[in-house]
């Protein structure tokens, strides 16, 4: 059965203070890994498509990675408006998404 | 304007009793998606349309009903909600190709008393 799994459940960091979230995943023939970021009250959004092992995206504090087995969501600096649930999600060639359970990050200042 | 539009945004109704939620687009795409969002289990997909003729289930379609009536309109229903289906619901969009990006709505939180 495929399985997305992310972890912590929740994160609270000082500004300034970097970490990564992670999202690890059991699939057959996977065809891309997504993340997308969900304010509160509102629908996710999406950030970033991985399709191949050692694949890296960026977006300003934001920088996802891609293993066989995982993927690491790098936040830089945070700032707290990156505060929110960040989201992580398989396909297969073929299927519909498989989203894990999210990360909640808090950023305090 | 948001480009997914879902009605209403809030509803609370009892059990037994008929809901619809009602999604609109203007982004021009073919494919639409229902999710539910419950917390600890992720968004889980109910139904999905590739165009107006194609309807799919999804994950969890037992105890709804979706109805495409047009390219930007796809609506889900409750025939006779019960209380396990109080969650946070979410209509999306994605390009006619087999892409995972997906455009969501603002949700529709449902409460079956």
């Known amino acids: 059965e495929d399985q997305v799994t992310q972890s912590p459940e929740a994160l609270r960091l000082q500004e300034g203070e970097s970490s990564s979230l992670n999202c690890s995943y059991t699939?057959?023939?996977?065809?891309?890994l997504f993340w997308y970021r969900q304010d509160p009250g509102k629908g996710p959004e999406f950030l970033f498509t991985l399709y191949s092992a050692g694949e890296e995206k960026e977006k300003e504090r934001l920088k996802a990675t891609l293993t066989k087995k995982e993927s690491f969501l790098h936040i830089t600096a945070p700032k707290p408006e990156d505060s929110a649930t960040y989201l992580c999600?398989?396909?297969?060639?073929?299927?519909?998404?498989?989203f894990g359970a999210g990360t909640i990050l808090r950023v305090k200042s | 304007d948001a480009d997914v539009t879902q009605t209403p945004r809030n509803r609370i109704t009892k059990t037994g009793k008929r809901i619809m939620l009602e999604c609109s687009q203007t982004?021009?795409?073919?494919?639409m998606y229902w999710y539910r969002q419950d917390p600890g289990l992720g968004l889980r997909l109910i139904y999905y349309s590739f165009d107006v003729k194609d309807i799919n289930k999804g994950e969890i379609s037992d105890g709804y009903s979706v109805s495409r009536q047009a390219q930007a309109k796809f609506s889900l229903s409750l025939e006779s909600a019960i209380p396990n289906q109080t969650a946070l619901y979410f209509c999306?969009?994605?390009?006619?190709?087999?892409?995972?990006?997906?455009?969501f709505g603002e949700g529709s939180r449902l409460t079956v008393l």
């Open positions: 699939v057959s023939g996977l065809r891309g």
């Open positions: 982004k021009g795409h073919d494919r």
């Open positions: 999306a969009t994605s390009e006619n190709r087999d892409t995972g990006e997906l455009f």
């Open positions: 999600a398989v396909q297969k060639y073929g299927n519909k998404l498989v």
